[in-house]
C-alpha cells in the first residue's frame, strides 16, 4: 500500500528554521516525483514545488522560490520541506503529494501525505 | 503564474448535475492535456479524483466526469450525492516543470 507519512504538527516562533518531513513506503521512492502544496487557513491550494528523490532535480514555483528549500534523502526514502527564517505569514497546512509521470513529466498527485500543520506565532 | 479561475461555488440537489469550470490560459490548461481534479473533505487531504483531463482513477465514482475546450477545463458531477459536498480544486502542467491549481469550488448539496 502506498502511503505517505509526514511529521506531526510544529509551533514555531517567527525568525526560528524549520524541516518538515514526508516518508514514502510502498513503492519505489526514487522513481516518482513528490510535490509540496501550502493551504493557509480557509484558503486554496497552492504549489510550492518539486523534487525526483532519484536526482534531487528540484523545480520551484516562482512564488516560492528562495523562500523555502526541497530536499529528499533516498536512503530514508523522506522528502523534507524546510524555512531557515519563518514569518507568521508562514502558518499553512502543508502537503506533500506523489506525482505520476506523463509524456512531459510528472503530472498529477495520485497519492498524498496527510498535511502537517505549521502555526508560526510570536 | 496566476490561479486558475474557478466559481467560488456551485450547488445542487441530490440526484442532480453540476459543473464546475477551470479557466487557464494557452501555456497552462490550454497548452496540455493534463489537467487534474481534487476533492478535499474539511479537516482531509485532497483526493485525485480525474486526471489529464477525463479519465478516472480506480475507485472513483463514474458520475465525476472531466472535460476540456481551449484554455477552460471541466469537471462535471452527474447524480449528485450528499457525500459530494466538498471542496474541489483543479490543477494543471504549465509547462517546464511547473504546476498551478485553481482557485477552488466549494460544491453544496442542497
Known amino acids: 500500500e502506498v502511503q505517505l507519512v509526514q511529521s506531526g504538527a510544529e509551533v514555531k516562533k517567527p525568525g526560528e528554521s524549520l524541516k518538515i518531513s514526508c516518508k514514502g513506503s510502498g513503492y519505489s521512492f526514487t522513481n516518482y516525483w513528490i510535490g509540496w502544496v501550502r493551504q493557509m487557513p480557509g484558503e486554496g491550494l497552492e504549489w510550492m514545488g518539486i523534487?525526483?528523490?532519484?536526482?534531487?532535480?528540484?523545480t520551484y514555483s516562482p512564488s516560492f522560490q528562495g523562500q523555502v528549500t526541497i530536499s529528499a534523502d533516498k536512503s530514508f526514502s523522506t522528502a523534507y520541506l524546510q524555512w531557515s527564517s519563518l514569518k507568521a505569514s508562514d502558518t499553512a497546512m502543508y502537503y506533500c503529494?506523489?506525482?505520476?509521470?506523463?509524456?512531459?513529466?510528472?503530472?498529477?498527485?495520485?497519492?498524498w501525505g496527510q498535511g502537517t500543520l505549521v502555526t508560526v506565532s510570536s | 503564474q496566476s490561479a486558475l479561475t474557478q466559481p467560488r461555488s456551485v450547488s445542487g440537489s441530490p440526484g442532480q448535475s453540476v459543473s464546475i469550470s477551470c479557466t487557464g490560459t494557452s501555456s497552462d490548461v490550454g497548452g496540455y492535456n493534463y489537467v487534474s481534479w481534487y476533492q478535499q473533505h474539511p479537516g482531509k487531504a485532497p483526493k485525485l479524483m480525474i486526471y489529464?483531463?477525463?479519465k478516472r482513477p480506480s475507485g472513483v465514482p463514474d458520475r465525476f466526469s472531466g472535460s476540456k475546450s481551449g484554455n477552460t477545463a471541466s469537471l462535471t458531477i452527474s447524480g449528485l450525492q450528499a457525500e459530494d459536498e466538498a471542496d474541489y480544486y483543479c490543477?494543471?502542467?504549465?509547462?517546464?516543470?511547473?504546476?498551478?491549481f485553481g482557485t477552488g469550488t466549494k460544491v453544496t448539496v442542497l
Open positions: 489529464d483531463v477525463s
Open positions: 523534487i525526483y528523490p532519484g536526482d534531487s532535480d528540484t
Open positions: 503529494a506523489r506525482h505520476q509521470t506523463g509524456a512531459v513529466g510528472p503530472t498529477r498527485a495520485d497519492y
Open positions: 490543477y494543471s502542467y504549465a509547462g517546464s516543470y511547473n504546476y498551478v
